[in-house]
């Protein structure tokens, strides 16, 4: 099973809503990303969890929230976004935490901030 | 700082016809991938290259590595209307750092 799942796939979210944005993988793989794409760009990377604890915060405003309840879950909290927050939202996992490693995406998220 | 620089960015092609899309990149890197995108899609990962000379080919595409470079290519051959899609290489480093995009090559090929 080479397959990262994200759910929702769409989303559509008012300025004041808060949601939540899950990623699943069962590949055993032990890191997980965060990215945001918008169109026509290449992907930013937004977080890194290492083994389940956060190693990398790319200066990510603190109205996106990410959480790994355990190996196979990565969740990213959304509260108070603005409208230029819309964009797909990938997510990635990879076997080697120590970078460099090939990464799987899923399908995205998409989103819209109203 | 690792910057990746890809060109060109635009790449118009009739079918049939060979192409090589270039990624250069700033600092001694270990590991560099090819990923390709569907519009409206997830990034699908198509190669990776782990050593200098490294040559990978799957189907109408080859990508190879010179670190010495710092080049990797992807050529292209025979193209079709299914290759038409977003190319993007990446670059890591083993140690906890994170992959760098290129800005990505959008192909189309044409009849």
């Known amino acids: 099973d080479t397959e990262v799942t994200q759910t929702p796939k769409h989303l559509v979210m008012g300025m004041t809503n808060k949601k939540s944005l899950k990623c699943e993988q069962h590949?055993?793989?032990?890191?997980m990303y965060w990215y945001k794409q918008k169109a026509k760009k290449p992907p930013e990377l937004m977080f890194v969890y290492s083994y389940e604890k956060l190693s990398i915060n790319e200066s990510v405003p603190s109205r996106f929230s990410p959480e790994c309840p355990n190996s196979s879950l990565l969740n990213l909290h959304l509260h108070a976004l603005q409208p230029e927050d819309s964009a797909l939202y990938l997510c990635?996992?990879?076997?080697?935490?120590?970078?460099?490693?090939?990464?799987?995406f899923g399908p995205g998220t998409r989103l819209t901030v109203l | 700082e690792l910057k990746v620089e890809q060109n060109p960015l635009f790449l118009s092609m009739q079918e049939g016809k060979n192409y090589t899309i270039y990624c250069n990149y700033s600092?001694?890197?270990?590991?560099l991938y090819w990923y390709r995108q569907d519009p409206g899609k997830s990034l699908e990962s198509l190669f990776v290259?782990?050593?200098?000379?490294a040559v990978k080919q799957e189907g109408r595409l080859m990508a190879s590595l010179d670190t010495k470079a710092r080049l990797s290519t992807l050529h292209i051959t025979a193209a079709v209307h299914d290759l038409s899609a977003t190319y993007f290489c990446?670059?890591?480093?083993?140690?906890?750092?994170?992959?760098?995009f290129g800005k990505g090559t959008r192909l189309s090929v044409i009849a």
């Open positions: 990446a670059v890591g480093k083993t140690g906890n750092t994170p992959l760098v």
């Open positions: 990635a996992s990879s076997q080697d935490p120590s970078g460099g490693d090939t990464q799987y």
């Open positions: 290259l782990l050593s200098n000379g």
């Open positions: 600092t001694t890197s270990d590991r």
């Open positions: 590949m055993g793989h032990r890191a």
